[in-house]
């Protein structure tokens, strides 16, 4: 799994999920295709669904995009009142068609249907008990884990049985699981990963971001709280609370990177959050510069926030070609470097004898944001000043987001002042974690162990 993550410089997007209970069966798998099509931004390695037709699970799953795998004789012939879907990067198991969700099992009840986002620390130890009471297993994901552990435990009562399987399973997740009457939506006791409440006139939607419940023509209800199961049938919606308390965590990487700047999460507006973030990073690292330009596209809102901070004018300094390739598929280190090339191209024209701000949102490796610099550097820029719209990532996730282990960190194996002469900038400033948490304008809790290496749980040891 590790191999292709040591050739890029982000943190990877996790996966996706949405669910959709309509009284209307005609389009339900249509609200999925765009539910999905939203969260594209969270997993294009492949994508998926499952529909309740008539009392019975019919799915469909492969490997590429959401566009390219549910066409529209999928969507067609795909018809009834429940359905969930799943966009993936493989975080748990590799990438590998068997591993595409949704997970469809069977148990002495019926079907069952899972969509998974997030990661579960204790899922190998779990797999090997199974294993040794003869549980065999179709794929290498977490998700199947929790599927069997799920059916073998039901004794006709799923909610029962996910609210038991939820005690023992540990990290974080956000389940959309499907019976053949039922949408169950579940999220982990921290909150680590999102999942929201969404409502249309014909029915209700869980669904990942807000954004999707938007695509999907829904009105967004709520956040599902750490630890809540909703349960949406025929009589609409149950929720069952946690007793179990746990401090809530959202994940902090969802408001610098992941999200899309359209979705709200817990209470928290993506775009306000990484603007508040540009702007925070302008107090603490002003620079005389003639132009701010991000590393598009997350990086842009602080960007903006940086720039009107200061009164420099924004730009587009850096184009970003929408079709190219990921950096990471390239075999070797030179057609790598191509790559970053091919992906983004500078405005010599709008650089040229400036000194100029390249903001982005983070730095994993630092290679990608090394080529950028000196991309700007030959256009004819006279300066150039990098700022980070959140702190150095010190430590690795364990959680369902893809990140190198330690000794790749850039963050972790290099002082501030090396990491400026690793990229060759003139100067470089990360945002302070007090000024991330405060960026977002809310007392919630949060996860930052990718930052801090404060971990809300125990994790493997081997990094």
Known sequence: MYDKLFEDDKMHEECGIVGVFSQNPDITSQLVYYGLFALQHRGQESAGIAINTGGKIEYHKDMGL?????????????????????????????????????????????????????????????????????????????????????????????????????????????????????????????????????KRLDGYLLASESCAINAMGGEFIRDIEPGEIVIINENGVESIKSKKYAQRKSCMFEYVYFARPDSNIDGINV?????????????????????????????????????????????????KNRYAKRTFIEPNQELREQGVKTKLSVLNEIVKEKIVVIIDDSIVRGTTTRQIVQMVKDSGAKEVHVRIASPPVTHSCFF????????????????????????????????????????????????????????????????
């Open 66 to 198: 959401v566009s390219d795998v549910l066409k529209k004789d999928v969507i067609d012939r795909l018809s009834g009142g429940i359905s969930i879907g799943h966009v993936r990067y493989s975080t748990s198991g590799g990438s590998e068609k068997e591993n595409a969700q949704p997970l469809v099992v069977r148990y002495k009840k019926g079907k069952l249907a899972f969509a998974h986002n997030g990661n579960l620390v204790n899922a190998d130890s779990m797999r090997e008990i199974l294993e040794d009471d003869g549980v065999i297993f179709q794929t290498s994901i977490d998700t199947e884990v929790v599927a069997n552990m799920v059916a073998r435990n039901s004794n006709g009562n799923i909610v029962k049985s996910i609210k038991n399987v939820m005690e023992i399973i540990k990290g974080a997740f956000a389940f959309v699981v499907m019976t053949e009457k039922e949408l169950i939506g579940v999220r982990d006791h921290f909150g680590l990963r999102p999942l929201c409440l969404g």
């Open 271 to 319: 775009y306000q959050a990484r603007y508040n973030a540009g702007k925070m990073l302008a107090k603490e690292a002003p620079v005389k510069a003639d132009l701010v330009f991000s590393v598009p596209d997350s990086g842009t809102p602080a960007a903006i926030g940086y720039s009107q901070e200061l009164g420099i004018p924004f730009g587009l300094g850096l184009i």
């Open 400 to 463: 369902g987001i893809d990140t190198p282990f330690r000794q790749y960190l850039i963050g972790a194996t290099k002082t501030i002042e090396e990491i400026k002469d690793f990229i060759k900038a003139d100067s470089i400033h990360y945002l302070s974690l007090d000024g991330l948490v405060n960026s977002t304008n809310s007392n919630q809790g949060f996860c930052l162990a990718c930052l801090n290496g404060d971990y809300p749980m125990e994790v493997p040891k081997f990094e």
